[in-house]
Structures are given as structure tokens and as C-alpha cells.
């Protein structure tokens, strides 16, 4: 029995050695490649600070050298934590401060970045090292299933960023899964939008680790311009893609699929934001005769990324929400009232999630941590945590869960609760050609629509059809047209840049 993600390597790399593991903008790698580099990078660590369990940051640009060093350092006994090589240096130095990795990964042209910062750590320079072909540390088979594989770093209330400790256990749960779920094998063709500090790029570094998948690092600037970005897939004949709602927007929105077909799609998975349902069905009705399958994967980054999913059928309805689905095999979700009760159907409540996908909980945050994996309030027998998501939801008859907002999307307005998620649900309903965030204005107490739109839409055209869809209280006042609404790393919309440009805090 494997209880190690490396384990899992090594029956893969043995088995496809001549296969492509990863594909860059500068290279194309075969398992035995990227094995042999792993071990090296682990021989290098184990041998350097023979210790296990401690982070090893990675400051590197999206690459196949950054992943053999996310493999090298579990090779070590360790854990990675990747850092965004586009950051301001302020939060890079931030995030090492709380840290206190073994050691920073880095090359020569990101080495002056690290030079600025005000802290004690070690750098290895990645191109410094003179690769040479080594046996496995055995040090890795110390390391159990609940040891820490990663840390990733998510924005705090405090502008403290957290950092998120995922366990190898929790990785191994959630693979198994989605490879039993969507029928996953070694002729998988991934390409891979999310940035590796984004728990999306999980699904798709492992597939490649669980199955033997050949992922495609896409560049990021194809996602700027969406005819290149279909391009690439046919080019690499992509077969499964797992990205942002925003993306498959921005596609629907130029009706791309009309003019460029994309015939090796067969896998479409989407996380992270509200997929809109015309832009979806757009997609089902563009590659209608590819027998694809589609599926919602929802979870935050404290419980590995997806803890529940629906898979597309014949119930979805493009003039409903797409419901955010079941709990993922393993996992059991929790809908609570403020009461602490299970909700009723239909019932609004915040969605808890318990099982082995719980992260291990924040990186030396104890008090944090304990604020948001709490103790189970209907389990009075013995200890069990769960975790707090924030999100507000409720079940269906048929037993799917529909997605409402978060608990801090919330206002209140002339006396009403309004929940912003949903305005802007009913908005990209009734309006199939934008993509649009819906924010508050604190100071002068009125909803904003922020919207993308090649042409104005008249403010009468807004409310004319808002009106049909929500209460009065709930129609946005103000609107602000861009023609490219401003997009966070991951790709979704950059909400806490809009949130701060609307109420004047930058």
C-alpha cells in the first residue's frame, strides 16, 4: 500500500518512462527526465539538511523546473511552498518571515528579487547546481500520509497571507477520486491554466504523478488572447482542461467556438468562480457531437480544493444556477443555520466540510487555525474537526447543492440582507454576452455592477431586465463599463483590486 505521494511517482515513472510528463514553453520532458531531475534536487536537500517535515520554498516562474523541485524536495522528506515569481517583494518577504523554510529555490535571474529582502534564509541556485544522475534518498519513506506535501499561501482578512499545510493524505484522497470519478489514464493531454500557488494546478500536476497524464504548461499570455489559447489545444491536442470560469467566459463572450474547433476536447472542468449557465451551455452546444463531459469541481484551498462536484447531465437547466453538486467519495458536507442545526432543504446555510481533505490546518497560525477547524457541533462523542468554509448554500429535493455567496458577500441595505452573489448570478443570466462583478460601495451606501462589454449597455436596458430577476433593493445603481475587467493571477476576476478602486482605498 502507497501512503506517500512519491510512492505514486515511482509506480508511474516505472511504468511510462519514455511517456511525456510535462511540456513547457522551452521544453518537453519524459518521466525518466523528470524523475531523474526530482531525485537529484531530493539528493541535494537530504543530503544538505537531513531533516523532514520543514518547508522548502520554491520562487520560481511556472515551469517544468519548478515542478521536479516540488518532487525533489518530498524526495527529501520535506514539504514545497511555492511563491509567485511576480509578486511585490513585500509579501514574498512577508510570507518567508512566517515561513522559516530550510531554504529559498531559486535561479539566477530571480536571485537579485530575494537580495532586497530583510531576513536570515539560504538560497540555492538552482543554476548553480551540476546535475548528475543519483540513486532515490531513502528518506522518503519515513514520511507517513499525514505529513505535510505543500503549503500554499492564501490572502488573509489582515493582508497577512496564510499559509494553507496540505497533507499527503489529503492529495492522495482527492486524486483517487477525480481519476475514478472522470475515467482518467496515461492518454490524458492536460493543459494547465492555473498558476502553481492556486490549489487548481493540483488536479493537474497529480494527474500526471497518479495516472501517468501528460500535462501542458500553457503560456500565460495565450489566455490573454483566447483565438491563440484554442490554438495551442488543437496544436497539442489537448483532452482535458480544468480552469476558471472566467476564461470559458471570455471565449462564450467572442463565440470562438464557432469558427475554430477544438476536436480533441473531450474533459471540461471548471473551479474557483460561478460558472455562469449560458456561457456553459454555450460550451455544451459548441462541442455537442465530442461527447464531452463537464464538471463543477468546488472547494476552497482548506480541504485540497474540491470537495463536492457536479458532473453535467440532462437535469442542467441554462436558465438555473449550476449547482456546485454532491460531496466528492470520502468527504461529508455539513449545512448549518446559525443555530448550528443541519439546514432543511432549501434552507440557506454555511457549507462545513469534514473528512481527510481537511487541510492539516495554517502554517504556525495556531489561533487561526482553530478559529476555522473547529470541533463537529453534532458530534458531542468524541474529537472531530471540520472546517468552516464561509459559503453560503442550500440542498435541492434532488440532493444537489446550489452555491449563494459568501458569508462576507453579504450587506445590509435599507433594512434587507442582500447577498452580492447573487445579484451577479442573475446578472450573467440575463446578460450571456459579459462578464460582470458586483461590489458595495460602503461609503455611499449603493450597489456597483462592474461589467465587460465590447458596447454600453444602456442603464435602462440593465434595470428593464433586472427587474424581471430581482427585487428592487437588489438592482446595482451604478455601472461601470471596462473592456477588460482586471484579472488576479489565478485568472478570475480581481475582486479586492475593484473592491478598494470603488471605495476610494487606492
Known amino acids: 500500500m502507497k501512503i506517500n505521494l512519491i510512492e505514486y511517482f515511482e509506480e508511474t515513472a516505472m511504468k511510462f518512462p519514455e511517456r511525456t510528463a510535462l511540456v513547457d514553453g522551452s521544453s518537453s520532458w519524459s518521466f525518466k527526465e523528470l524523475r531523474s531531475r526530482s531525485v537529484f534536487i531530493g539528493e541535494v536537500l537530504a543530503n544538505t539538511y537531513k531533516r523532514i517535515n520543514r518547508p522548502v520554498a ?79 534518498p531513502e528518506i522518503f519513506r519515513q514520511c507517513i500520509d499525514f505529513d505535510p506535501a505543500y503549503i500554499l499561501h492564501t490572502s488573509g482578512s489582515t493582508g497577512v497571507p496564510k499559509g494553507v499545510v496540505i497533507s499527503h493524505l489529503s492529495i492522495i484522497d482527492y486524486m483517487n477520486w477525480v481519476v475514478d470519478t472522470f475515467g482518467i489514464t496515461e492518454e490524458e493531454r492536460v493543459g494547465n491554466q492555473t498558476p502553481f500557488i492556486f490549489d487548481m494546478s493540483t488536479l493537474d500536476i497529480y494527474l500526471m504523478i497518479f495516472a501517468g497524464a501528460s500535462v501542458f504548461l500553457i503560456p500565460e499570455q495565450h489566455f490573454i488572447f483566447p483565438a491563440k489559447l484554442l490554438e495551442y489545444i488543437n496544436e497539442h491536442h489537448i483532452n482535458l482542461i ?70 453535467v447531465d440532462e437535469t442542467f437547466d441554462p436558465e438555473e444556477s449550476v449547482p456546485i453538486g454532491k460531496p466528492c467519495r470520502n468527504t461529508d458536507i455539513l449545512v ?152 488576479s493571477p489565478s485568472g478570475k476576476i480581481d475582486r479586492s483590486y475593484l473592491n478598494d478602486k470603488i471605495n476610494g482605498n487606492n
Not at 300 to 309: F, R, Y
Open 58 to 136: 520554491v520562487y520560481l516562474p511556472k515551469s517544468n523546473e519548478a515542478i521536479s523541485i516540488f518532487l525533489g524536495t518530498m524526495y527529501s522528506g520535506n514539504c514545497y511552498a511555492p511563491l509567485d515569481a511576480k509578486a511585490p517583494m513585500a509579501k514574498i518577504e512577508t510570507i518567508l518571515k512566517n515561513l522559516d523554510p530550510l531554504c529559498v529555490i531559486t535561479n539566477t535571474s530571480l536571485l537579485p528579487n530575494l537580495r532586497e529582502i530583510n531576513a536570515e534564509f539560504e538560497i540555492i541556485n538552482i543554476d548553480d547546481l551540476e546535475y548528475v544522475e543519483v540513486s532515490p
Open 242 to 311: 480544468f480552469w476558471v470560469p472566467s476564461v470559458f467566459v471570455n471565449i462564450a463572450n467572442l463565440r470562438l467556438l464557432d469558427s475554430i474547433k477544438t476536436p480533441t476536447i473531450k474533459k471540461v472542468l471548471f473551479g474557483g468562480e460561478v460558472m455562469p449557465p449560458k456561457h456553459l451551455e454555450y460550451w455544451i452546444q459548441s462541442l455537442r457531437d465530442q461527447n464531452v463531459i463537464y464538471g463543477n469541481l468546488y472547494g476552497p484551498t482548506e480541504i485540497t480544493g474540491t470537495c463536492a462536484c457536479y458532473v
Open 336 to 487: 448549518l443555520n446559525e443555530r448550528n442545526e443541519l439546514c432543511e432543504i432549501g434552507e440557506r446555510g454555511e457549507l462545513c466540510v469534514r473528512g481527510s481533505s481537511l487541510a492539516l490546518g495554517y502554517w504556525r497560525d495556531f489561533k487561526k487555525t482553530e478559529s476555522v477547524f473547529v470541533q463537529n457541533p453534532l458530534n458531542t462523542s468524541f474529537p472531530e474537526r471540520i472546517y468552516r468554509t464561509g459559503d453560503i448554500v442550500y440542498t435541492r429535493e434532488d440532493g444537489q447543492m446550489m452555491y449563494v455567496g459568501r458569508k462576507d458577500f453579504q450587506i445590509k441595505l435599507h433594512g434587507y440582507r442582500i447577498d452580492l452573489g447573487e445579484i451577479e448570478h442573475n446578472i450573467l443570466s440575463a446578460f450571456d454576452t459579459i462578464n460582470a462583478g458586483v461590489f458595495f460601495d460602503q461609503n455611499k451606501r449603493e450597489i456597483v455592477l462592474c461589467y465587460e462589454s465590447d458596447e454600453e449597455i444602456s442603464i435602462k436596458e440593465f434595470r428593464v431586465k433586472l427587474s424581471t430577476v430581482l427585487s428592487k433593493q437588489m438592482i446595482p445603481t451604478r455601472y461601470i463599463r471596462m473592456e477588460s475587467l482586471p484579472k
